[in-house]
């Protein structure tokens, strides 16, 4: 079983910047789509980005598009989400998963997940 443990949260003000980073325990990284998810306080957990196995393709949700970067480093089996021009709406818990699938944005589809770090973006 993949553990994924997510770091790089914390409390910044808007406009500001934070890098979430997502290591892997696995020797299944290079064979997984790797995703971000945010849940906010009182709604559902909603999909952020995503980087595919293989070619690296990425997408994103039109919430962050422009503002969010997602990467992958191979070497460290981490993932990383660089968020840029923060909003006091991107404040929520940010999960990172994992998927077999080339591209998915749909939880359904993600077979292990971190714990979470929280973001939080003050006005």
């Known amino acids: 079983q993949v553990q994924l443990v997510e770091s790089g949260g914390g409390l910044v003000q808007a406009g500001g910047s934070l890098r979430l980073s997502c290591a892997s325990s696995g020797r299944t990284f290079s064979s997984d789509t790797m995703g971000w998810f945010r849940q906010a306080p009182g709604k559902e957990r909603q999909f952020v980005a995503l980087i595919s196995r293989t070619v690296g393709s990425t997408a994103y949700a039109d919430s962050v598009k422009g503002r969010f970067t997602i990467s992958r480093d191979s070497a460290k089996n981490t993932v990383y989400l660089q968020m840029n021009t923060l909003k006091p709406e991107d404040t929520a818990v940010y999960y990172c998963?994992?998927?077999?699938?080339?591209?998915?944005?749909?939880?359904?589809?993600?077979?292990?997940w971190g714990q979470g770090t929280q973001v939080t973006v003050s006005s």
């Open positions: 998963a994992a998927t077999r699938r080339m591209i998915s944005a749909a939880e359904r589809d993600y077979y292990s």
